[in-house]
């Protein structure tokens, strides 16, 4: 299964008692599909990964596996503080399933370089489904460095990493020095634009639960060369994509959001909560002045 530019991270719709719905997780990943996206990343930040059971997560890989029906990726999210436990749930989920793995640095430990580079080599050596590192020291206390990220790009099926240090200067690196066929996507939608100019491969998005046809059409536009247009649509959406992971901690805007305009996905587990008046105020505000890509059941 070729893993495309677009990954949606998928949020993980809820009942009202807090239970993981997986048959809207099954019409929620049919929507993504039908509005833009290549792939849809499952069990990942925004999927409330931290709050998930294994029996969740790996239910979830198999109901999405089966609604996506072969036309897109389903990327599974395993990674964990423990590089053991790390290594049982990667290959239960390929069991499941999963076209490819997406393996966050280890949070709360804060571990070397070293420490990271044998961490994921691990998890990499023990499946045989493509591993996409993913490196967000802004919730996991840790920077994977440019180095470090191309020393693992020798191990074979390490494919690719999702890069949301913020840092540009750090992506560049990881371009200039990967080998073929390594590629980086962006995880924060506002950079997608600046990373596509250096190099990068794609992104792994929020923005695209709503607005995914036009996000990809921003991508499509820029490797056409259609460089203005593609400027446009990132302006047009940026206001947007800013407030989805500035208004509250993700994924409480895009949650409430869906919520608003009819696609029901249930609160947040705790200890996440719903967004406050103003929060959801800002939301809406930005939702209203952006088309909806995605279609909401009747």
Request: net charge neutral; glycine share 10%.
């Amino acid at each position: 299964m070729e893993i495309g530019r677009l990954l949606t991270a998928m949020v993980t719709p809820m009942d009202d008692d807090g239970r993981v719905d997986y048959a809207q997780a099954r019409r929620l990943a049919q929507a993504l599909m039908d509005s833009g996206s290549d792939g849809v990343v499952v069990a990942g930040t925004t999927g409330e990964a931290p709050t998930l059971s294994h029996e969740e997560r790996l239910r979830l890989v198999r109901e999405v596996k089966e609604a996506v029906a072969g036309r897109g990726a389903v990327i599974a999210g395993t990674g964990t503080y423990r590089t053991d436990e790390s290594i049982e749930l990667s290959r239960e989920a390929e069991r499941a399933g999963a076209d490819g793995l997406l393996l966050v640095t280890p949070y709360y430990h804060r571990p070397t370089q070293e420490g990271l580079y044998r961490h994921f080599r691990a998890i990499a050596e023990a499946v045989s489904v493509p591993c996409i590192l993913y490196n967000i020291p802004g919730r996991t206390g840790v920077n994977m460095t440019a180095e470090t990220a191309l020393r693992l790009a020798q191990v074979p099926n390490i494919v690719g990493v999702k890069e949301a240090s913020g840092d540009l200067g750090q992506a560049a690196r990881i371009i200039e020095g990967a080998p073929q066929g390594f590629r980086l996507w962006s995880g924060d939608d506002a950079l997608t634009l600046p990373l596509l100019a250096i190099g990068g491969y794609g992104v792994v998005a929020v923005v695209s639960h709503l607005a995914g046809l036009q996000f990809k059409r921003m991508i499509e536009a820029f490797l056409a060369g259609a460089v203005e247009e593609a400027a446009r649509l990132h302006r047009r959406l940026l206001p947007l994509m800013q407030t989805l992971m500035t208004a509250a901690p993700n994924p409480i805007p895009i949650k409430y959001a869906l919520n608003q305009v009819g696609f029901r996905v249930g609160r947040p587990r705790l200890p996440l909560t719903e967004p406050d008046e103003e929060a959801a105020r800002r939301i809406m505000a930005e939702v209203a002045k952006v088309p909806l890509d995605l279609k909401v059941p009747v």
